[in-house]
């Protein structure tokens, strides 16, 4: 039997050029072994429809919702990413795009669909699987640690599945 495996990074300003290079493929070195360049044409991203630059995308996520004068701290948590994937065995069977909708559907609903940065499916590797940046803005904050609580990771390990 197949489970869904949901994992979650937390990124900061100095991890999403890294980040955006590798989810959307802006380099021909790869140091993942695993990524068949003759297949990178089949990725795709299920929010923006054509590349972005992620640091301007999260500040404009950040300040069109923040209330707060002060500044963004350097070390602050700007995206968390989870990589949702399940096993060969489940994508030979399962119809992957619907099984990538509904997981951006449940973290949309989840975290709130104007926090979600980029939702790139990678179909290019071993193993399809869905890179989802959610920028952690809860009550006008953004706060990486009140949106993804102990018990809230619990929740989503239990839902997510459903």
């Known amino acids: 039997m197949s489970k869904i495996v949901a994992r979650m990074a937390k990124m900061k300003t100095g991890n999403l050029g890294g980040i955006q290079r590798h989810n959307q493929r802006e380099t021909d070195n790869h140091s993942n072994k695993d990524i068949d360049v003759t297949r990178s044409h089949l990725n795709y991203d299920l929010v923006n429809p054509a590349t972005i630059n992620y640091q301007k995308r999260v500040k404009e996520i950040i300040d069109s919702q923040r209330t707060s004068t002060r500044a963004v701290r350097k070390d602050a948590v700007l995206v968390n990413e989870w990589i949702i994937t399940s096993d060969k065995a489940f994508f030979e069977t399962a119809d992957s795009k619907a099984f990538f ?22 179909l290019d590797e071993s193993t399809p699987h869905m890179h989802l940046g959610i920028v952690p803005m809860i009550e006008q904050k953004l706060s990486s640690k009140q949106m993804f609580t102990r018990e809230t990771l619990k929740e989503i390990q239990d839902e997510l599945p459903a």
């Open 101 to 122: 909708l509904d997981s951006l559907a449940y973290f949309s609903k989840r975290c709130g669909a104007q926090n979600i940065v980029y939702a790139t499916v990678h």
